[in-house]
Every structure is written in structure tokens, then in C-alpha cells.
């Protein structure tokens, strides 16, 4: 547990102080989303491409650890669709309860599987996100399009928009470049390696900097009720799969991990492009951190 705490402690008081900085308007407002942009599409993708090029795919349950973390999203999401009649605010409220049910902040997700498990975490993460990033948009998509928005063109968007995510184009391009022993220069996975050290340091601190704890709080059933899915149910049925279909204690820890982490920022994006309820979003992003703070830990220690 020491360990776990001594690698976590430094991502949330990264978070911390992204948002300290946000809130004294520095280095400026106009900062963060651009921070935010240039880690999305050229540290993160080069953090992912330079370890997966070089990573010893072949020992690793990657078709195991895909095949786990498939169903057990796909079982959140049921829950959350059945938890729907209880939700009386109307369907955009419930849409960003489902996003805040099953989407996972990947900034927080690696960082700290390098930070606890180092190499192997990073490359046990780029398989879980290879998994999770396709499935989760096309979910939160569909449920958007069904409870909220009134356009029907938006599910053929997000196939799109997959094929062209900075994340999953990296991890392909690393899986092949690995499988299909291509050599590259020296020099040039050097030089991804640098430039995807950038990115957890950065990505953490515009997590922070994008909380904001002064959005109003119209209803703590919903936040409690997609909280309980994201942090609690998805992480524990997570981990009783990894348990009964034996995945060693690493990917295990790794597949819950990504499971347990609090929502992504990019669902305030999605419910503010497509009808969703904002207010209630960017309170469920908020107070996922924090209770995350204290869930993360406790799921981790039972996983390895």
C-alpha cells in the first residue's frame, strides 16, 4: 500500500496545482487549451508510439486483458442504461451521468501505471487504451444520439474521427513498427521518447487546471449514482473477471486501473457539442477526482 500511495500522492498534487494555477491565471487562461491540445496530439501519441515500439509484446495477455476489459464495460454500460428510470431530470442529465459512468481520464490512467509499475505499465496501458478509447466513444456517442441530441449523423462521425485519434493511430503505428520488426533510426525513437516525457507531467496539470469546483451541484443523485459506477461497480466487476479468468497481477492491476480512474474532461466537450446536460458534467469531473483520490488506492491494493 506504501508504494501505491507513494505513486499516486505525486499525480494528484499535480492535479492540485494545475488547478492552483488556473485559478491565479497563470501562466494565463489561453494556455491550458492550447497545454492541453499539443499533449493530445504530439506528447501523448509520441509517449505511446515510443513504448510500444519497443516493449516485448509477445509475453504479454494483450487478447486476454482486450477481451476482459470489452465486457466488462460493456456490462457498466448496461447498468447505467438500466439505472436510467431513475434518473427524472430528463435524458441530457442522464447522458453525462453514462459518460461519467464508463469514460476514463488517460492523463491519470498512465501516469500511474509508470508510476507504480513503470515500463510494463506503459505498455499494459496502451493495450487498455487501444480497447477502451474506440469502445467508450462509440457507447457515450450512441447514448448521446439516443437521449439527447437530435442529430442522427453523429455515430458515422465518431467511426471517423476513431480512425483519425492521435491515441490509436500512435499504438498502431507502435504495435506494427513492434511486431513487424521494422527498424527505425535510433535517433527517432529518441526523440519520441523525450517528447512523451512531456506528457504526463503536462496532461496532470491540465487535468487540474480543467476542474471546476464552483459549477453548481443540482443534484447529488446523479453525481452519486455515476460516481458509484465509475469508481466502485466498473472497477470491481473489473477485477472479479481478471480474478476468475486468471490474468497475472500486473495486467490486473493495469485493467482496473483504467477502470478506476475518474471521468475524462473530454466529456464536458461531448455533452456541450451534443445536448448534454454541462452543469452536471463538469460537477461529476470535478468530485470524481477527489473521490478518486481515495478509490484508486484501495482497488489497486486489492488488484496486486
Known amino acids: 500500500m506504501t508504494i501505491i500511495f507513494q505513486g499516486l500522492a505525486p499525480i494528484f498534487l499535480l492535479i492540485l496545482f494545475g488547478y492552483a494555477c488556473k485559478v491565479k491565471h497563470f501562466p494565463g487562461d489561453a494556455f491550458w487549451p492550447m497545454a492541453e491540445r499539443v499533449t493530445y496530439y504530439v506528447f501523448f501519441p509520441a509517449l505511446l508510439f515510443s513504448n510500444l515500439a519497443k516493449a516485448p509484446l509477445e509475453g504479454l495477455p494483450a487478447a486476454s486483458m482486450a477481451i476482459i476489459l470489452f465486457g466488462t464495460t460493456t456490462l457498466a454500460s448496461l447498468l447505467l442504461l438500466a439505472l436510467r428510470a431513475g434518473i427524472r431530470s430528463g435524458g441530457p442529465a442522464f447522458t453525462s451521468v453514462f459518460q461519467g459512468g464508463i469514460r476514463m481520464n488517460t492523463y491519470v490512467g498512465i501516469a500511474a501505471a509508470a508510476a507504480i509499475f513503470g515500463?510494463?505499465?506503459?505498455?499494459?496501458?496502451?493495450?487498455?487504451?487501444?480497447?477502451?478509447?474506440?469502445?467508450?466513444?462509440?457507447?457515450?456517442?450512441?447514448?448521446?444520439?439516443?437521449?439527447?441530441?437530435?442529430?442522427?449523423?453523429?455515430?458515422?462521425?465518431?467511426?471517423?474521427?476513431?480512425?483519425?485519434?492521435?491515441?490509436?493511430?500512435?499504438?498502431?503505428?507502435?504495435?506494427?513498427?513492434?511486431?513487424?520488426?521494422?527498424?527505425?533510426?535510433?535517433?527517432?525513437?529518441?526523440?519520441?521518447?523525450?517528447?512523451?516525457?512531456?506528457?504526463?507531467?503536462?496532461?496532470?496539470?491540465?487535468?487540474?487546471?480543467?476542474?471546476?469546483?464552483?459549477?453548481?451541484?443540482?443534484?447529488?443523485?446523479?453525481?452519486?449514482?455515476?460516481?458509484?459506477?465509475?469508481?466502485?461497480?466498473?472497477?470491481?466487476?473489473?477485477?472479479?473477471?481478471?480474478?476468475?479468468?486468471?490474468?497475472?497481477?500486473?495486467?490486473?492491476?493495469?485493467?482496473?486501473?483504467?477502470?478506476?480512474?475518474?471521468?475524462?474532461?473530454?466529456?464536458?466537450?461531448?455533452?456541450?457539442?451534443?445536448?448534454?446536460?454541462?452543469?452536471?458534467?463538469?460537477?461529476?469531473?470535478?468530485?470524481?477526482?477527489?473521490?478518486?483520490?481515495?478509490?484508486?488506492?484501495?482497488?489497486l491494493a486489492l488488484a496486486t
Not at 139 to 145: G, H
Not at 163 to 179: D, K, Q, S, Y
Not at 248 to 264: N, W
Open 119 to 299: 515500463e510494463i505499465g506503459l505498455t499494459l496501458s496502451a493495450i487498455a487504451m487501444a480497447t477502451l478509447i474506440p469502445l467508450v466513444n462509440i457507447y457515450c456517442v450512441w447514448v448521446m444520439l439516443r437521449y439527447a441530441s437530435e442529430r442522427k449523423e453523429g455515430l458515422l462521425k465518431v467511426f471517423h474521427a476513431l480512425f483519425r485519434n492521435p491515441l490509436i493511430l500512435a499504438c498502431a503505428a507502435g504495435i506494427v513498427v513492434n511486431l513487424a520488426h521494422i527498424p527505425l533510426p535510433l535517433f527517432l525513437l529518441n526523440t519520441a521518447e523525450i517528447l512523451g516525457r512531456v506528457s504526463l507531467p503536462l496532461g496532470l496539470l491540465s487535468v487540474g487546471a480543467g476542474l471546476s469546483f464552483g459549477a453548481s451541484i443540482r443534484s447529488w443523485k446523479e453525481l452519486g449514482m455515476s460516481s458509484s459506477v465509475k469508481l466502485i461497480v466498473y472497477p470491481g466487476i473489473t477485477l472479479l473477471a481478471c480474478q476468475f479468468f486468471a490474468l497475472d497481477a500486473t495486467a490486473t492491476a493495469i485493467a482496473v486501473l483504467f477502470t478506476a480512474v475518474p471521468t475524462s474532461v473530454s466529456s464536458y466537450i461531448l455533452a456541450r457539442q451534443m445536448g448534454g446536460d454541462t452543469t452536471l458534467m463538469a460537477s461529476i469531473i470535478t468530485w470524481q477526482v477527489i473521490f478518486a483520490a481515495v478509490t484508486i488506492p484501495v482497488f
